[in-house]
């Protein structure tokens, strides 16, 4: 059997990349559950960060970096990312992603949270679909091996150093190990824990217990960013209204069309996503209403057109004219802060494990993410997980912040809970985990979900191998909810409404 130098699990940005970095320096193989460009990536439609503007520096997008993530950016991680960005664009530049230009310059335009426009955009708001087809097409070119429809299921190690990972060949059902010397998880975020997501159905958080089965630490668990535009038009798949709809000037109405964001905070439609998120579920609270709206209708229609071509023609090919009418949106659960742990050069706690991208917790994003930051993020800390695997003396830099560790608690042997299916799952985790929380509903989604856990039959297939990996990394985000008392970046607990100081501290877990 060959041994690989770099096996690397999950084809979105963080997988391509880091294999096109890995092709220079050994043998790569990627392994991937569906076809290469199944993932969250191709869905990205805002742009990526980077502070390269006249107006810009890496300073003050280390502050927006840091004033977004609440207290729990690690700020060395948080200075690599800014300092770092400009070189990583300077990559996809060469790679050939085609970034929009204005006046022969890279365009640049605002999103919340960012205090100067920053956001790189490509095709107007189809950025991740243009880097995804970009980096898959370099990564055909150059004759990387890639394993299309083949399931990571676990992860070997031995004495403490990764050695294989094993995969379901989902064309034929036969199992395959492949052995390596670094093995770099790039499997993405788990938004189908909850019942309305901006992801597509491959996000389902595999690396999360492939991670943890394995002995390595989790961190973060608690927080899952919350967008606060999903469109929501009855019947109508998952699709996402882009931050930069705000960024432009769209203006959100409660049902009786009133412009409500101003009653909340003085920062209005351009307040950081939790914020924008809660205050929209309080509006349809007050309102009665499953959804508000998104008014794009007082800009010009050119300016709709040409910035947001994907949107308007998705609304379109769905009955609705944007510029003319008003799009129905809501909260659904859009990313993963949280993750495997990482130092800032991609490394875990086992020998060997790596992780890249939405999976990873390297820190910058604490308890929320500042938008666009997470494409940047893979960039940056994949580039540096390839120059680690050559450079084995790089200095490791430890977190600034501290934490606590926990393990998953035995809760209880017979909790009546109902029967388990991806259904009831994503209905508990939206009820009871999703974006106000409070004690007993946590309470009652972990012991409903430690019960499911233990019941579930052993999985055989790709839906069975998901739900798994759900159910485990949900009662991980339901745990880590339910031992965080205070309310912090997009954690918001109704029974404790404020910030404490006593924790400013992140919370690991490691199996037992
Ligand atoms: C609608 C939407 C809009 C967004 N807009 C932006 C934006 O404007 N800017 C920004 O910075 N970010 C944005 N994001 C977030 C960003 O797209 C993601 O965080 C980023 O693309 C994640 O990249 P990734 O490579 O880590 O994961 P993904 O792109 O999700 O790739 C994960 C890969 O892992 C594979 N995989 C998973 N499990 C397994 C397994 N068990 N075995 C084998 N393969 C597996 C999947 O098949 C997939 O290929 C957006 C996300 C969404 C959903």
């Given at each position: 059997m060959m041994k690989y130098d770099y096996v690397i699990v999950g084809s979105g940005i963080a997988g391509l990349y880091t294999a096109l970095l890995a092709h220079e320096v050994g043998s790569v193989l990627i392994i991937t559950k569906g076809s290469i460009d199944d993932c969250n990536t191709r869905h990205a439609q805002g742009g990526i960060a980077a502070p390269i503007g006249v107006n810009d520096s890496p300073e003050l997008h280390f502050n927006d970096t840091i004033k977004a993530g609440d207290g729990l950016s690690d700020p060395e991680a948080a200075k690599i990312l800014a300092n770092e960005a400009p070189d990583r664009i300077y990559d996809l530049v060469r790679f050939g992603v085609p970034f929009d230009t204005m006046n022969g310059a890279i365009a640049l335009t605002m999103e919340a949270a960012h205090s100067v426009p920053r956001i790189l955009h490509a095709g107007g708001?189809?950025?991740?679909?243009?880097?995804?087809?970009?980096?898959?097409?370099?990564?055909?070119?150059?004759?990387?091996?890639?394993?299309?429809?083949?399931?990571?299921?676990?992860?070997?190690?031995?004495?403490?150093?990764?050695?294989?990972?094993?995969?379901?060949?989902?064309?034929?059902?036969?199992?395959?190990?492949?052995?390596?010397?670094?093995?770099?998880?790039?499997?993405?975020?788990?938004?189908?824990?909850?019942?309305?997501?901006?992801?597509?159905?491959?996000?389902?958080?595999?690396?999360?217990?492939?991670?943890?089965?394995?002995?390595?630490?989790?961190?973060?668990?608690?927080?899952?960013?919350?967008?606060?535009?999903?469109?929501?038009?009855?019947?109508?798949?998952?699709?996402?209204?882009?931050?930069?709809?705000?960024?432009?000037?769209?203006?959100?109405?409660?049902?009786?069309?009133?412009?409500?964001?101003?009653?909340?905070?003085?920062?209005?439609?351009?307040?950081?996503?939790?914020?924008?998120?809660?205050?929209?579920?309080?509006?349809?609270?007050?309102?009665s209403s499953d959804r508000v709206f998104l008014d794009v209708t007082h800009l010009p229609a050119k300016l709709v057109t040409n910035r947001f071509p994907n949107i308007f023609k998705y609304c379109l090919d769905h009955g609705l004219d944007i510029t003319k009418g008003l799009i129905p949106v809501a909260p659904a659960a859009h990313y993963m802060m949280g993750g495997v742990k990482t130092n800032t050069w991609g490394e875990t706690n086992v020998a060997g494990l790596f992780a890249a991208g939405e999976v990873a917790c390297t820190g910058v994003h604490g308890a929320n993410r500042l938008a666009s930051n997470s494409m940047l993020e893979v960039l940056i800390f994949s580039k540096r997980i390839i120059e680690k695997t050559q450079q084995k003396g790089v200095k490791n830099l430890p977190h600034q912040i501290p934490e606590i560790h926990s393990t998953l608690v035995q809760r209880t042997n017979s909790f009546n809970a109902p029967p388990v299916s991806l259904r009831a799952l994503q209905d508990l985790m939206w009820q009871k985990v999703g974006i106000i929380r409070d004690g007993r509903g946590l309470l009652q989604a972990a012991q409903t979900l430690e019960t499911w856990q233990k019941g579930l039959p052993d999985p055989t297939d790709r839906p069975s191998y998901e739900l798994n990996n759900l159910v485990l990394t949900g009662r991980l985000v339901a745990e880590a909810a339910l031992i965080r008392e205070e309310s912090r970046g997009a954690h918001y607990r109704s029974d404790f409404p404020q910030h404490s100081q006593d924790w400013e501290k992140h919370i690991t877990f490691v199996r037992s």
């Amino acid at each position: 059997m060959m041994k690989y130098d770099y096996v690397i699990v999950g084809s979105g940005i963080a997988g391509l990349y880091t294999a096109l970095l890995a092709h220079e320096v050994g043998s790569v193989l990627i392994i991937t559950k569906g076809s290469i460009d199944d993932c969250n990536t191709r869905h990205a439609q805002g742009g990526i960060a980077a502070p390269i503007g006249v107006n810009d520096s890496p300073e003050l997008h280390f502050n927006d970096t840091i004033k977004a993530g609440d207290g729990l950016s690690d700020p060395e991680a948080a200075k690599i990312l800014a300092n770092e960005a400009p070189d990583r664009i300077y990559d996809l530049v060469r790679f050939g992603v085609p970034f929009d230009t204005m006046n022969g310059a890279i365009a640049l335009t605002m999103e919340a949270a960012h205090s100067v426009p920053r956001i790189l955009h490509a095709g107007g708001d189809a950025t991740g679909a243009h880097i995804e087809s970009t980096l898959s097409r370099c990564v055909r070119e150059g004759r990387i091996q890639v394993l299309e429809y083949c399931l990571a299921t676990d992860i070997v190690v031995r004495d403490g150093i990764v050695q294989a990972v094993k995969a379901l060949d989902l064309r034929n059902g036969s199992l395959l190990d492949f052995e390596c010397k670094n093995l770099i998880l790039a499997t993405g975020g788990a938004g189908n824990l909850f019942k309305y997501t901006t992801n597509p159905d491959v996000a389902t958080g595999d690396g999360i217990p492939l991670a943890y089965k394995a002995g390595a630490e989790l961190t973060d668990m608690e927080f899952y960013q919350f967008h606060p535009t999903g469109l929501r038009l009855p019947g109508v798949a998952p699709f996402l209204i882009s931050e930069a709809v705000r960024g432009e000037g769209g203006i959100l109405r409660n049902v009786e069309g009133y412009a409500f964001m101003k009653d909340y905070t003085p920062e209005g439609e351009l307040a950081p996503r939790d914020v924008v998120a809660r205050s929209i579920l309080f509006e349809m609270r007050k309102t009665s209403s499953d959804r508000v709206f998104l008014d794009v209708t007082h800009l010009p229609a050119k300016l709709v057109t040409n910035r947001f071509p994907n949107i308007f023609k998705y609304c379109l090919d769905h009955g609705l004219d944007i510029t003319k009418g008003l799009i129905p949106v809501a909260p659904a659960a859009h990313y993963m802060m949280g993750g495997v742990k990482t130092n800032t050069w991609g490394e875990t706690n086992v020998a060997g494990l790596f992780a890249a991208g939405e999976v990873a917790c390297t820190g910058v994003h604490g308890a929320n993410r500042l938008a666009s930051n997470s494409m940047l993020e893979v960039l940056i800390f994949s580039k540096r997980i390839i120059e680690k695997t050559q450079q084995k003396g790089v200095k490791n830099l430890p977190h600034q912040i501290p934490e606590i560790h926990s393990t998953l608690v035995q809760r209880t042997n017979s909790f009546n809970a109902p029967p388990v299916s991806l259904r009831a799952l994503q209905d508990l985790m939206w009820q009871k985990v999703g974006i106000i929380r409070d004690g007993r509903g946590l309470l009652q989604a972990a012991q409903t979900l430690e019960t499911w856990q233990k019941g579930l039959p052993d999985p055989t297939d790709r839906p069975s191998y998901e739900l798994n990996n759900l159910v485990l990394t949900g009662r991980l985000v339901a745990e880590a909810a339910l031992i965080r008392e205070e309310s912090r970046g997009a954690h918001y607990r109704s029974d404790f409404p404020q910030h404490s100081q006593d924790w400013e501290k992140h919370i690991t877990f490691v199996r037992s």
